[in-house]
């Protein structure tokens, strides 16, 4: 089996560093997948399903080109959409709402 790395993954970081002979020892607590126009459909699909097999909590969606940002939970096997952002207003959305930021800076 492939293992893929996410853009950037959180939580127990130091298990998600997937190596040919070694598969993650813990699920992180949130990836962001950066889309790009060459990976798109596999990062919406394929990748995304595989952080749900192993137990991602929280899944960010971040599109440069469009300059959005979903952000995503897993419920029972399935990602629950808990948001989007647009634009230039201030971020809030899990599992960091507690700390707001402005999307913006992202595309800056």
Not at 28 to 43: A, G, K, Y
Request: net charge neutral; glycine share 8%; aromatic share 12%.
């Amino acid at each position: 089996m492939t293992w893929w790395s996410p853009t950037s993954p959180g939580g127990a970081a130091s298990a998600w560093r997937p190596t040919p002979r070694r598969r993650p020892s813990a699920s992180p607590d949130w990836v962001c997948e950066i889309l790009s126009p060459s990976t798109r459909r596999f990062d919406l699909t394929d990748k995304r399903a595989v952080y749900a097999v192993h137990g991602a909590c929280h899944l960010w969606l971040l599109d440069p080109v469009g300059e959005t940002l979903e952000a995503f939970a897993l419920r029972e096997g399935a990602w629950l959409l808990l948001g989007t952002a647009a634009g230039d207003g201030e971020v809030r959305l899990p599992p960091f709402e507690a700390v707001g930021f402005s999307l913006s800076t992202l595309w800056s």
